[in-house]
């Protein structure tokens, strides 16, 4: 059972850790209580939990039992490897919990109000937001680009293809490692070819670093926006692009109104998949490139953050980096709604 009293109403606690502690109690009452409320009405008035139009007709799974051994190892990786490692999550983000103690202590919701009073904390979602987003912008574009050329009839086409998607096949700490021979300062490929008059700290220098990680990680996602988008352009009728070019359409405006189009739903699906590889798989990337978050931090994400204070740290604070990774998910979650909300609505499909 958790201590509402010390949740909400101790006395060492801020005014507005009161409301968020109020408000959190009052979000999980309703999570559990609109269900059952529902469920109890229904009943109660003898009607169906089941719609009339998804009630199963007679005979229908009759051999039900069949289900469940094959079902079984699925749901039990899913317990396992999912549902229970959130669950632990949840529970940790309300605690104060060190890596390796025998003891934690229950502190509710003060791992997420002091993220509020935190400074530092608040310069690492901003990085964050502006990294992931260079990512996710640079990678698109130049993906639809470079797809568009390599799916040219052009000899050897097949070969560059493969060229070209390769890099998704790789993991990210091998592309931090890969980048790392590139960009070291002491021998590094970038600064033998351009020699010591356009040297720049490339891992070195605050301004620079971040740039550094954004060019390995958007090297290490085109490969699977090509991929997409090869596919894509292969399904876009031919005769729309010539009856536009028989309408006097030239060939920018026939892939601007033609193209573009009928790729959008392959965008849509891109902008949500790179999103969620700029916010959480970066990490050993960044590792590779610029260990322990770049100088002055600079290359510090909130993803990073997370990893080393809950698992890498001197003294790992599991309670800390629950509730981080939480407000990570939040975060992502909430975006991905947002692009459904907006970007689905713009999506065209079909000719």
Not at 108 to 123: A, M
Not at 155 to 184: C, E, K, Q
Not at 315 to 330: E, H
Request: aromatic fraction near 12%.
């Amino acid at each position: 059972m958790i201590p509402l009293d010390y949740c909400t109403f101790a006395a060492e606690r801020k005014p507005y850790e009161a409301e968020f502690g109020f408000l959190l109690v009052g979000i999980g009452m309703a999570v559990v209580l609109i269900p059952v409320g529902w469920i109890s009405l229904r009943l109660l008035r003898g009607e169906s939990l089941m719609s009339t139009a998804s009630q199963p007709t007679q005979g229908t799974f009759r051999h039900w039992w069949i289900a469940i051994p094959l079902l079984a190892p699925t749901i039990t990786i899913l317990v396992l490897f999912l549902y229970y490692p959130s669950i632990e999550t949840v529970r940790l983000s309300a605690h104060l919990s060190r890596l390796g103690a025998k003891r934690e202590a229950f502190v509710c919701t003060t791992n997420y109000t002091r993220l509020v009073e935190n400074s530092d904390y608040l310069d690492v979602v901003i990085r964050t937001m502006y990294i992931s987003a260079a990512i996710v912008v640079l990678s698109m574009v130049l993906s639809l680009l470079i797809a568009t050329m390599a799916y040219l009839p052009i000899r050897g086409a097949s070969i560059y293809r493969t060229l070209l998607i390769w890099p998704n096949a790789i993991s990210p700490a091998v592309a931090g490692l890969i980048f790392l021979l590139i960009f070291n300062p002491l021998g590094g490929i970038i600064d033998h070819v351009l020699g010591s008059a356009f040297r720049l700290g490339w891992t070195n220098d605050p301004k620079v670093a971040p740039w550094t990680i954004i060019i390995a990680s958007v090297w290490k996602s085109m490969g699977y926006n090509i991929l997409f988008y090869i596919a894509g352009l292969q399904n876009v009728p031919k005769d729309l692009i010539e009856a536009g070019a028989i309408d006097g359409a030239g060939l920018i405006r026939r892939f601007t109104h033609i193209v573009l189009p009928m790729l959008s739903p392959i965008t849509f699906f891109l902008i949500i998949t790179n999103m969620t590889y700029a916010f959480f798989d970066t990490y050993a990337t960044i590792d590779y490139l610029t260990p322990g978050g770049g100088p002055l931090e600079s290359t510090n994400t909130m993803m990073y953050q997370v990893a080393q204070l809950g698992v890498f740290g001197e003294r790992a604070d599991l309670g800390k980096a629950a509730a981080q990774s939480i407000v990570l998910f939040v975060m992502v979650i909430g975006m991905t709604i947002v692009s459904f909300r907006t970007g689905g609505r713009q999506v065209t499909y079909g000719a």
